[in-house]
């Protein structure tokens, strides 16, 4: 389990981002993670899992810089 506050699996994100979910807010608008109660506290696993699925790449999606 991911997302704790909306009982997302990992696997569910997975296949968002093989779906076309490349960023993170495309991530949150498809399988809810990230946008729970706790304010987000599993974005970084999300980032994380975005990295690895997309290695050609950056995960995008936030203002971090
Ligand atoms: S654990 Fe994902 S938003 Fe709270």
Redesign the pocket.
Known sequence: M?????G?RRETIEKAIEGGAHRLDEIFDQTT???????????DKLRQILAEKLPAGKPQGEHDD
């Open positions: 991911i997302c704790l506050c909306n997302v993670a990230g946008v729970g109660p706790c304010g987000g506290s599993c974005r």
